[in-house]
């Protein structure tokens, strides 16, 4: 029965996977809410859980937009939006997960049986939160540069059409870079114009 348990939970991973989106699996409701069951092994069931949870997250909140470049491809700007898009919805998916009634009646059952995950997973869930909260405003604030970006890759278009983009692009980039909570660092900016560049070469 483990073994069928963890092939589903890996099913579940999979399917949202294809979806792109981080699906986190729930653990078997017939062992944890039978009485059979003693509070241990539920208890070993439940961190387990955790554990899956955990490197799901984690996986999510390591993704940049800059890993792109990092393993030598040449994306343009409208990735960078995607990137962003992707990031929002996935993030506000699993938060959603988070605040649903079964995941949080195995957190509070793990925390009365004072394990020890539960410290550590509270930590993780305040950095999706403030990891949503990035995603959501960058995608916000970039989306300003959806019609640009898409004129500037415009394969029909000649470098001498697209030059007139380049002043609009980059009062819009000043003024995200001045009025957005995150999207202001050399990090982010970086990321962006070398991706700008690789749309004008390309």
């Known amino acids: 029965m483990d073994k069928f348990h963890s092939f589903l939970a890996y099913t579940v991973v999979t399917i949202g996977l294809v979806k792109g989106r981080t699906v986190l699996p729930l653990p078997p409701s017939d062992v944890t809410s039978s009485e059979k ?28 937009p800059e890993n792109a470049l990092k393993n030598g491809m ?53 950095e999706v939160q403030v990891a949503r909260k990035e995603a959501n405003e960058n995608c916000k604030y970039l989306q300003t540069l959806e019609g640009l970006f898409k004129d500037l890759t415009d394969e029909s278009k000649d470098l001498s059409d697209v030059a007139d983009l380049f002043v609009p692009i980059m009062h819009t980039i000043l003024m995200i870079w001045t009025y957005s909570e ?9 990321v962006l114009i070398r991706e700008i560049c690789n749309a004008i070469i390309i």
Do not use: G, M
């Open 182 to 190: 995150f999207y202001n660092t050399p990090a982010r900016l970086v």
């Open 37 to 64: 069951t003693s509070s241990k092994d539920k208890s070993l069931i439940l961190e387990n859980a955790i554990v899956q949870w955990s490197r799901q997250i984690k996986h999510v909140l390591k993704q940049d």
């Open 74 to 126: 040449n994306p343009d700007p409208t990735e960078e939006l995607n990137f962003w898009k992707n990031k929002s919805d996935n993030l506000n998916s699993i938060c959603q997960q988070l605040s649903s009634e079964r995941i949080k009646k195995v957190l509070k059952f793990l925390e009365q049986n004072k394990s020890t995950y539960t410290s550590t997973f509270s930590k993780l869930q305040k």
